[in-house]
T-cell receptor, first 115, second 111 residues
C-alpha cells in the first residue's frame, strides 16, 4: 500500500512569505508527527496529533508555526513570515496506535529553503 | 530531560569489516530504543528496535542490545557491505510519543 506522502517535495520561499506543507499519512493511522531536520542534524520534534487532536505542540519553535489535522487524516504545517533559520527538511511520520510502541513511518520530507 | 548521544561520523570502512556505532541515552523511566537508517536520496526507515532492558533488536544483519545498566544501545554488524552506506540515527521514545534523536552517524563502505 501507499506510504506517507508529503508535498511539495521542495519549496523555495522568500523571507517573509507564508508556506504550507502537506502530509498524507498512511490510511487508518491514528498518530501523526511533524519533525524538523536541519542540515547535518538529527530530526527535532515539532508536534503530534492523535486523530484530529493536537496533543503535543511543545516543539513548535515560535508562534509563526501552526499545524492542523482537521479531519484526523491529512495534516498541514504552516509557517508564517518565514525566516532563513526555518530552512530545513520537514518530516512527517504516522503510526497506527498511540497506546503501544509502534513504528513511525516517515514520508520523504519537504525541503524548505528560505532566501 | 531525555536525550540521545551517538558516535560522531563520518565512519569509513572497507567491505566485510566489523561495524560498531555507539549510542547512549538519558531518559526517565523505561524508553523504547530505535535505530533508523537513511539511505542516500531516501526517507528514514526503521532498522531495528528494542522496547525493554536486555532486548536485542536485529534486522538485515544489524543488531543492538538494550543495556539499561550502561544506558546504551550500540549498533553492530559483523560484515558490512557497500549497500550499507547510509546515515544511521539512534532514537528513543516514551509511550510511543515523540522520538528524540541523536545527530546521526554517516557510514561509507568502500569496496
Amino acid at each position: 500500500g501507499a506510504g506517507v506522502s508529503q508535498s511539495p517535495r521542495y519549496k523555495v520561499a522568500k523571507r517573509g512569505q507564508d508556506v504550507a506543507l502537506r502530509c498524507d499519512p498512511i490510511s487508518g493511522h491514528v498518530s501523526l508527527f511533524w519533525y524538523q531536520q536541519a542540515l547535518g542534524q538529527g530530526p527535532e520534534f515539532l508536534t503530534y496529533f492523535q486523530n484530529e487532536a493536537q496533543l503535543d505542540k511543545s516543539g513548535l519553535p515560535s508562534d509563526r508555526f501552526f499545524a492542523e489535522r482537521p479531519e484526523g487524516s491529512v495534516s498541514t504545517l504552516k509557517i508564517q513570515r518565514t525566516q532563513q533559520e526555518d530552512s530545513a527538511v520537514y518530516l512527517c511520520a504516522s503510526s497506527s496506535n498511540s497506546g503501544s510502541n509502534n513504528e513511525q513511518f516517515f514520508g520523504p520530507g519537504t525541503r524548505l529553503t528560505v532566501l | 530531560g531525555n536525550s540521545v548521544t551517538q558516535m560522531e561520523g563520518p565512519v569509513t570502512l572497507s567491505e566485510e569489516a566489523f561495524l560498531t556505532i555507539n549510542c547512549t541515552y538519558t531518559a526517565t523511566g523505561y524508553p523504547s530504543l530505535f535505530w533508523y537508517v537513511q539511505y542516500p536520496g531516501e526517507g528514514l526507515q526503521l532498522l531495528l528496535k528494542a522496547t525493554k532492558a536486555d532486548d536485542k533488536g536485529s534486522n538485515k544483519g544489524f543488531e543492538a542490545t538494550y543495556r539499561k545498566e550502561t544506558t546504551s544501545f550500540h549498533l553492530e554488524k559483523g560484515s558490512v557491505q557497500v549497500s550499507d552506506s547510509a546515515v544511521y540515527f539512534c532514537a528513543l521514545s516514551r509511550n510511543n510519543r515523540k522520538l528524540i534523536w541523536g545527530l546521526g552517524t554517516s557510514l561509507a563502505v568502500n569496496p
